[in-house]
């Protein structure tokens, strides 16, 4: 079966374009996450979706970033006017409601902010 | 606030040597701790888990065990080999929370 999914795998832009991250999930799984990797940084968590339920955004950085997931599947991270520092790989994973240990990750997508 | 600190890498073993990595973690409460691994050009994925204080996680001959008295959960692996050559994240989970905090990783060679 399909895994997660992201798009695009690289995205280079240049500073204080917006850019569009989507994530494709594992059918019928309702959490849905995003996190960011950054050299040295390890793993930082941004935001969290759970079915229907308001989005759990305490991860994200700045009022720059945003997600929303739309019908409770595909899910879209956006980073307004980027900044250099917001190179990074951002990962997005899912999983069932029940089973929030045993998460799911896409392999990624590599932002590079010139 | 929640907070997972492992030690940093890289880690450089030669095959079949013993691998000990460090894992503390900070938390309000009573955590479920988790090992991920990341493989080279792959997805990262879960490797064990432990949900309360003494139980031990094991796959892949890997073993980590959930000390409360020392906030501890090191991995541990008798015999290593080159296939393991991975970045390992340390991770909790607040019982009441669904999102996963990770440490920074650390890097993992294996010499043939």
């Known amino acids: 079966g399909a895994g997660v999914s992201q798009s695009p795998s690289n995205k280079v832009t240049e500073k204080g374009k917006d850019v569009e991250l989507r994530c494709d999930p594992i059918?019928?799984?309702?959490?849905l996450y995003w996190y960011r990797q950054s050299l040295g940084q390890g793993l930082e968590f941004l935001i969290y979706?759970?079915?229907?339920?308001?989005?759990?955004k305490s991860g994200l950085p700045s009022d720059r970033f945003s997600a929303e997931r739309t019908g409770g599947s595909v899910s879209t991270l956006t980073i307004q006017r980027t900044q250099q520092e917001d190179s990074a790989v951002y990962l997005c994973?899912?999983?069932?409601?029940?089973?929030?240990?045993?998460?799911?990750f896409g392999p990624g997508t590599r932002l590079t902010v010139l | 606030g929640n907070s997972v600190t492992q030690m940093e890498g890289p880690v450089t073993l030669s095959e079949e040597a013993f691998l000990t990595i460090n894992c503390t973690y900070t938390?309000?409460?009573?955590?479920?701790l988790f090992w991920y691994v990341q493989y080279p050009g792959e997805g990262l994925q879960l490797l064990l888990k432990?949900?309360?204080?003494?139980d031990k996680g094991s796959n892949k001959g890997f073993e980590a065990t959930y000390r409360k008295e020392t906030t501890s959960f090191h991995l541990e692996k008798g015999s290593v080999q080159v296939s393991d050559s991975a970045v390992y994240f340390c991770?909790?989970?607040?019982?009441?929370?669904?999102?996963?905090?990770f440490g920074k990783g650390t890097r993992l060679h294996i010499l043939p």
């Open positions: 994973a899912s999983s069932l409601a029940r089973t929030p240990d045993t998460q799911y």
């Open positions: 991770a909790l989970r607040m019982n009441r929370d669904d999102k996963i905090i």
């Open positions: 432990a949900t309360k204080a003494d």
């Open positions: 979706f759970q079915g229907n339920s308001a989005p759990d």
């Open positions: 059918s019928g799984h309702t959490a």
């Open positions: 938390a309000t409460g009573y955590p479920s």
